[in-house]
């Protein structure tokens, strides 16, 4: 079973930055669309970042605009998160997805997953 592994995460604090990174087990993400979302305790899955395979666009969700950029390294056949200005209710597990064509930012069209990367931003 084709999955992804996330990582990058940790304890950073208010103010901070982080650069999450998402590959694959078993294929290059370059023609896959990639989404990065994240999950808080008790609360549901939401969007962050979502980059077309087609031809690279990208959708930011509301939570984290503006400090957040999503990008691809080619040549390793990743995606990258780089996230800015970290605040504690950016707290939460952060997934990535892979759908073959883009259809939504949405987690529910996101088929493969990645076990999910811890980021907490405290002082």
């Known amino acids: 079973q084709p999955h992804l592994v996330e990582s990058g995460g940790g304890l950073v604090q208010p103010g901070g930055s982080l650069r999450l990174s998402c590959a694959a087990s078993?294929?290059?993400?370059?023609?896959?669309?990639i989404g990065w979302f994240r999950q808080a305790p008790e609360k549901e899955r939401e969007a962050v970042a979502c980059?077309?395979?087609?031809?690279?666009?990208?959708f930011y969700g509301d939570a984290m605009k503006g400090r957040v950029t999503i990008s691809r390294d080619s040549a390793l056949g990743t995606v990258l998160l780089q996230m800015n200005s970290l605040k504690p209710e950016d707290t939460g597990v952060y997934y990535c997805?892979?759908?073959?064509?883009?259809?939504?930012?949405?987690?529910?069209?996101?088929?493969?997953w990645g076990q999910g990367t811890q980021v907490t931003v405290s002082s």
């Open positions: 980059i077309t395979g087609s031809d690279g666009s990208r």
């Open positions: 078993e294929f290059s993400l370059n023609r896959h669309a």
């Open positions: 997805g892979a759908q073959g064509v883009f259809r939504t930012c949405e987690a529910s069209d996101f088929g493969v």
